[in-house]
């Protein structure tokens, strides 16, 4: 399944410590559009087509949240 996502990170700095998080959003499955760039990527290498995108995840959405 393709996996597509869009993120932002914050980083801050004091003395001693570095701080940051991230928030990400995006869509795992078809709305990727994987299957798309991978057949574009193998045409234009001259590479065998993979078969298996009718057999890939349905759309799921995706948040993630990160700090350090």
């Not at 928030?23 to 590479?47: C, I």
């Not at 995108?53 to 993630?64: G, K, M, T, V, Y």
């Amino acid at each position: 399944a393709g996996w597509l996502e869009l993120s932002v990170a914050f980083g801050s700095r004091d003395a001693d410590r570095l701080r940051s998080v991230a928030f990400g959003v995006g869509m795992v499955g078809p709305s990727a559009q994987a299957e798309q760039a991978q057949v574009m990527v193998h045409k234009v290498t001259r590479q065998p087509q993979f078969q298996g995108w009718s057999r890939q995840l349905q759309d799921e959405p995706i948040l993630q949240l990160s700090t350090d």
